[in-house]
């Protein structure tokens, strides 16, 4: 492994821990050159299906795109990086262990949603805003109310 630092090829390897429920393995590395620390992960590399799009195209399944959504719609609210990525790394699971050649993308955005909306309401409503496409403030009115009904009838989320 190449060192960020020095970009030279002589790491050691100080500490190796499995995350993700056992399919990633976090290692924290040296340079024996400069000293400098940093981390790597490994993942098993999964043969997920392809996404079909709202318009039909297709495309490879993207974690990091849906890590980056959840992300933008979580930042700076209670929810923490391993919540994310533990989510994520659960959804792969479910994808690969459903045997599919193809999900559509609506799939995958009603699945966030729900798991957003379990978390924090403020997340829920930002992801739904970019996700729905809202036109306008109506719109966005229309996803709190519904939200704020759901809370007296003894719904679930985060205040």
Known sequence: MRCPSCQ?????????????EGFVIRR???CQSCGFRFTTYERLELSLPQVVKKDGRR??????KIL????KACHKRPVSEEDIENF???LERELFESGEKEVS???LGE???EKLKEWDEVAYVRFASV???????NEFIEQVAQLLKGRRRGGKGRR
């Open 28 to 30: 924290r590395r040296e």
């Open 131 to 137: 996700y729905r496409e809202f036109q306008d403030v």
């Open 59 to 64: 495309e490879p399944f993207s974690r990091e």
């Open 8 to 20: 030279k090829e002589d790491t050691k390897v100080v500490d190796s821990r499995t995350t993700g």
């Open 68 to 71: 980056s959504g959840i992300r």
């Open 88 to 90: 994520v790394s659960s």
């Open 111 to 113: 699945r966030v949603m």
């Open 105 to 107: 993308s609506s799939y």
